[in-house]
């Protein structure tokens, strides 16, 4: 049964939606699962931060108008290369510009941030577009270990204290502190009537065991992180216990996937996201190279393992290879949605791959939105 026809379903029965209809992504097209984005506010070299906002907005616009379920963008700091620093000032942006897209965070860093401010940020992004907002959380920094203080300054707490900051937020968002509290009396406003699904994301196995005890949905960073993307999901699913939100996980993973007329045009994209992750693994951050860079770059043979290591987790190709690649990869996990990403030089590019993958798919849509 698909997310409509559970709601129309409880519809029909007298009862309102179920918590669960708001995590379950809709299928489109000829595609077997929901099929979603993660996007970063890519800043490729030669383009300013506006530009690449700009591009965001159209991107997700055109989302919507393909058939993409949902759209997210991740928490990124001192990161020249993304934009999307604060992911709730950037979702109420593109909620202005959609109307039935869903937008969430993948994710809000939980150790950066007081609980409230989160449950007051995302109680007004669901004010501001209700039954929209997903709020998707985090416990690495999303930074260098000097940014991280920066950011937690006053805070006093860190990654090791995320299971008690998620309780803390989770009752912020549903007013639900005991009696004798320190908080009892404190209310995150504003507060509508509906309240976003929380999601945990994870590179580990750290997160996956944490949703999978609490009944949540679950998302894998297995772009950056396949190694682990199998033993995670695993755990998740042997540790999940239903709850108020799900009966049964709901599992998506971040997928990185480049799609242009061939393989060849694919591969020298996606070379370009490859040279500007080993500059940040090195230190040295900065915006996404272009392709001529990332050719003429001289690879010591260490360079060049990671580089091929990098490519080799890339979904990449012609649309129908993507496709298929996509299918496979869903297969061998069993997740229930996919999120890809493509963090790749050139808006236009970037834009025509995630055009290129609806319509492999045959999404619904099939215009790209003009800005």
């Known amino acids: ?42 800043v490729g070299a030669g383009d300013t931060p506006a530009q690449a906002l700009a591009a965001t907005t159209t991107l997700a616009r055109s989302a919507e108008q393909w058939g993409y379920h949902r759209f997210w963008v991740a928490e990124h700091h ?26 969430g965070s993948g994710g809000v860093m939980l150790p950066n941030h007081a609980p409230l401010a989160i449950a007051e940020q995302f109680g007004l992004l669901e004010a501001l577009h209700p039954g929209r907002i997903d709020l998707g959380l985090g416990r690495a920094p999303g930074t260098d270990q000097a940014t991280a203080r920066a950011l937690r300054r006053g805070l006093g707490e860190g990654a090791d204290d995320f299971p008690r900051q998620l309780a803390e937020l989770t009752h912020f968002l549903d007013g639900s502190f005991p009696a004798g509290h320190p908080y009892e009396r404190l209310t995150a ?4 009537e509906g309240r976003p699904p929380v999601w945990l994301l994870g590179s580990s196995g750290f997160s996956a065991q944490l949703a999978g005890r ?20 695993d755990l998740y699913r042997s540790e999940f216990r239903p709850s108020a939100v799900l009966d049964e996980p709901y599992s998506v993973i971040g997928v ?21 992750m080993l500059r940040l693994r090195r230190g040295n951050p900065g915006p996404i190279p ?25 979904v990449l190709g012609a649309p129908g290879a993507v496709a298929d690649g996509l299918e496979a ?43």
């Open 1 to 42: 049964m698909t997310t409509e026809d559970s709601q129309e379903s409880r519809r029909e029965n007298g009862a309102g939606p179920h918590p669960a209809d708001a995590i379950r992504g809709t299928v489109r097209g000829t595609a077997p699962a929901p099929l979603s984005i993660l996007d970063l506010a890519t």
């Open 78 to 103: 001192g990161m020249p290369g993304v934009a999307s620093s604060t992911p709730a000032v950037l979702l109420a942006h593109l909620g202005a510009h959609t109307t039935t897209l869903r937008l």
């Open 189 to 192: 406003v504003p507060k509508g």
């Open 214 to 233: 609490l009944g949540l949905p679950f998302a894998f960073a297995h772009h950056f992180s396949s190694a682990n993307t199998l033993p995670a999901l």
């Open 256 to 276: 990185s996937a480049v799609a242009a007329d061939d393989e060849t045009s694919a591969r020298r994209l996606a070379r370009s996201a490859a040279l500007g």
């Open 290 to 314: 272009t392709p001529e860079e990332a050719e003429a770059y001289p690879y010591s043979p260490v360079e060049s393992d990671f580089i091929d290591d990098w490519l080799g987790n890339v």
């Open 329 to 371: 990869l869903r297969k061998r996990t069993g997740v229930d949605e996919l999120m890809v990403t493509s963090h790749v030089h050139g808006r236009e590019a970037r834009l025509r791959s995630y055009g290129l993958i609806a319509e492999a798919y045959g999404l619904t849509g099939g215009r790209t939105a003009t800005t």
